[in-house]
């Protein structure tokens, strides 16, 4: 995995969290969500709420392009 970002946004009035993974090439996709997976039971239980916390999670791959170069097709 290459990098983790988090936003908490308000749903319907309730907190809510959106989980950016970006994966390097050859990570195991099913590897990183496990691993969120737990993380998120985990802060589930510290916050105590009795009900889970919504959670969006998005998986990026590597772009197989150069950062900053333009990748349209010509």
Known sequence: ????????????????????????AGSSPSAAVEAASVAVRGLDLVLGTGRPLPV?????????A??????RVR
């Open 1 to 24: 995995m290459s990098g983790v970002s988090v936003a908490a946004y308000q749903l319907k009035g309730e907190p809510a969290l959106k989980l950016r993974l970006r994966l390097t």
């Open 56 to 64: 969006l999670l998005e998986v990026t791959g590597a772009s197989p």
């Open 66 to 71: 150069r950062p900053g170069a333009d990748s």
